[in-house]
């Protein structure tokens, strides 16, 4: 019972559990969102009464894709609120943060360092020791005799 009870008790799983009770309630007004608004206008677009009604005849086929674009406006919206009301505030939130604790602005982030890059490196220096052993050793050609 001690496990459950710190695994239950960590950082990530309340976060978790919070971020999907959010969620659930988001996607009520995303829903209400593309109902009422872009469902509606797609639909009076292809002469439909309901999005979900909306179709194409393709070689005497009724292809139905309406509640296809319905799906993927909500996917969008909610892609975008989350970009714009969260991501963005947080990550300004965060340079904010940084700016205050260190006194100057966040450094841009490197890209990271590559398997391929450590070993052009070492190629490179392979190459130079090569070219001219004496110098990486610490002599000149008119030391040696």
């Given at each position: 019972m001690k496990g459950f009870?710190?695994?239950?008790?960590?950082?990530?799983?309340?976060?978790?559990?919070?971020?999907?009770?959010i969620g659930a309630a988001f996607t009520g007004i995303v829903t209400a969102i593309v109902d009422g608004i872009f469902n509606p206008i797609i639909a009076a677009i292809f002469?439909?009464?309901?999005?979900?009604?909306?179709?194409?005849n393709?070689?005497?086929?009724?292809?139905?894709?309406?509640?296809?674009i319905a799906a993927i406006i909500q996917f969008v919206l909610i892609a975008a609120v989350?970009?714009?009301a969260i991501i963005v505030p947080i990550n300004k939130l965060n340079d904010m943060s940084y700016r205050l604790i260190h006194g100057k602005p966040k450094p841009a982030v490197e890209a990271a360092v590559t398997e391929k890059d450590v070993l052009e490196e070492i190629r490179d220096l392979l190459k130079a020791q090569q070219e001219s052993p004496a110098k990486?050793?610490?002599?000149?050609?008119?030391?040696?005799?």
């Open positions: 009870r710190e695994f239950i008790m960590r950082g990530n799983v309340i976060e978790l559990a919070v971020a999907v009770i002469d439909a009464d309901d999005i979900a009604a909306a179709t194409v393709i070689l005497g086929a009724q292809i139905g894709f309406g509640a296809v989350v970009y714009f990486l050793e610490g002599e000149g050609p008119e030391t040696r005799a």
